[in-house]
């Protein structure tokens, strides 16, 4: 039974953070690979500044640079657009692998307005590194479902709801600090490292399954 930690979000685009989060969650929870779960939109952010979905998958394949760390677009194939439909889609198609949602502290501050984010955490463990300067000071989520004592490499034992810390330096990349100095990423990435989405949705199924 194969460990892997999912990590979700729009990638608009991907940073080193997000590889760093992805390194430090292999170690602390023992995973076999990290799949970047590419969205073709966050219900949380405006279409508007999204660049497109082929473009994102294709910035996230070269920052991951790690055998492990899967890109992918499956939520697109799963026709699925909020967290907790992608966990409980994901469970029914592998069920021979055990899910762990990865997220730095910025998304736990937020994660009361997820849909369903109750049934969510009552889906899968959330993994949590720490991002410079978030408080969780008072997040809903946190107070209603607390630190999970249960240690990170232990994480397939924690009872749910489970909110596990990992300990990771904290790093200062953001989307909005890529976007802000390099508006243009995606229209400036070699034509080269474009990606057809289509094909590599189908391509990442077949290689799960």
């Known amino acids: 039974?194969?460990?892997?930690?999912?990590?979700?979000?729009?990638?608009?685009?991907?940073?080193?953070?997000?590889?760093?989060?992805?390194l430090t969650a292999m170690r602390q929870l023992r995973l076999d690979a990290v799949w970047w779960l590419v969205s073709p939109l966050n219900p949380?952010?405006?279409?508007?500044?999204?660049?497109?979905?082929?473009?994102?998958?294709?910035?996230?394949?070269l920052q991951a640079r790690h055998p492990r760390i899967c890109v992918t677009a499956l939520e697109a194939v799963l026709g699925t657009?909020?967290?907790?439909?992608t966990v409980i889609a994901l469970k029914r198609r592998y069920p021979q692998h055990r899910f762990v949602w990865l997220a730095g502290d910025d998304i736990v501050a937020e994660l009361h307005r997820w849909r369903r984010w109750r049934r969510f955490l009552r889906e899968v463990p959330l993994a949590v590194a720490p991002r410079p300067g978030v408080s969780l000071m008072g997040a809903p989520a946190l107070s209603w479902a607390g630190w999970s004592p249960t240690p990170a490499s232990r994480w397939t034992d924690a009872p749910l709801p489970a909110i596990i810390r990992l300990h990771a330096g904290l790093r200062p990349e953001s989307a909005t600090q890529v976007r802000r100095t390099d508006p243009d990423w995606a229209k400036n990435m070699p034509s080269s490292n474009k990606t057809n989405t289509a094909t590599n949705m189908a391509s990442n199924m077949r290689m799960h399954d």
């Open 81 to 85: 657009r909020f967290a907790v439909d």
């Open 44 to 61: 949380l952010k405006s279409p508007e500044s999204m660049a497109a979905l082929g473009d994102r998958v294709a910035r996230a394949r």
């Open 1 to 22: 039974m194969a460990r892997i930690g999912l990590l979700g979000g729009s990638f608009n685009p991907a940073h080193a953070a997000h590889r760093h989060i992805s």
